[in-house]
């Protein structure tokens, strides 16, 4: 079974975005960039798969700008066999990602398609959803446990009430959620190792894809900032002022 891994390179979880002056976007120019940590929970995912002898193949692909490569070398480290970039300096939007990935899929024909149930920068939370409509593939989205069984996935879905299984005949697309697993440290010796895997690298005109834009962004804010807290005394004190200055008891 071979396994897809969607990697990609996002402000990295710890950094403290700023907005652009202009309200474009944030700024991205010499921030610390990372693997997004839902992908790094897709990757530890196809790992497991692999060491478990269920899947033989694990390849990583990312869509972005050539430092992209980092991501998927990263994707290497930890355990992934091969990787793909398809080069592009052009912003990608999640219908843009979900077309270059579906062309990917018809080269290397996985039997499941690994994704984060949503990129920490964008938040969109669509990628693999509009994957799995474009391929007609069934989707197990926001999966926190994984069995595969002769060709049927069995993933344990987090909903909004609690836990939700279903049954999926393979191919498919899945996306994770946090509590799938903790994904490992890459050891140096297999950070060595990974600067020998190979990284194939396309474009989007290559796989024959249009990634123009379909939505357009009005403008970026940075949210309000908090106001300090105040301490109380004791619970009297808190009644008092959730009741005469807040308001809301
Ligand atoms: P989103 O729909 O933007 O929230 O992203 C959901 C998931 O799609 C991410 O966790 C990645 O697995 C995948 N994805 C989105 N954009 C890219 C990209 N440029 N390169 C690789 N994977 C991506």
Request: aromatic content about 2%.
């Amino acid at each position: 079974m071979k396994v897809l891994v969607a990697v990609k390179r996002v402000i990295d979880a710890y950094v403290k975005v700023r907005v652009k002056a202009d309200q474009t976007g944030v700024e991205t120019a010499n921030v610390k960039m990372s693997m997004n940590p839902f992908d790094e929970i897709g990757v530890e995912q196809a790992v497991r798969l692999k060491e478990a002898g269920t899947a033989s193949e694990i390849v990583a692909v990312s869509l972005g700008a050539s430092q992209c490569q980092e991501t998927i070398r990263t994707a290497l480290a930890m355990g992934a066999d091969r990787g793909i970039l398809v080069e592009t300096d052009a912003e990608l939007q999640p219908l843009a990602v979900a077309k270059l990935l579906k062309a990917v899929v018809a080269d290397e024909k996985p039997d499941i398609v690994i994704l984060g149930k949503q990129a920490i920068d964008d938040d969109s939370n669509q990628t693999g959803q509009m994957l799995a409509a474009l391929l007609g593939w069934a989707q197990g989205t926001f999966t926190s446990k994984l069995v595969i069984d002769d060709g049927i996935a069995t993933c344990t879905r987090e909903v909004d009430g609690g836990l939700e299984t279903v049954s999926l005949k393979m191919p498919i697309v899945m996306t994770t959620d946090l509590r799938l697993n903790e994904p490992r440290y890459a050891s140096l010796p297999n950070i060595m190792k990974a600067k020998r895997k190979p990284i194939d690298v396309k474009t989007p005109d290559e796989l024959g894809v249009d990634i123009g834009p379909r939505i357009s962004v009005l403008k970026v804010v940075a949210p309000a900032k908090r106001e300090a807290g105040v301490k109380v005394a004791d619970a009297a004190e808190l009644v008092a002022r959730l009741r005469d200055e807040a308001g809301v008891i």
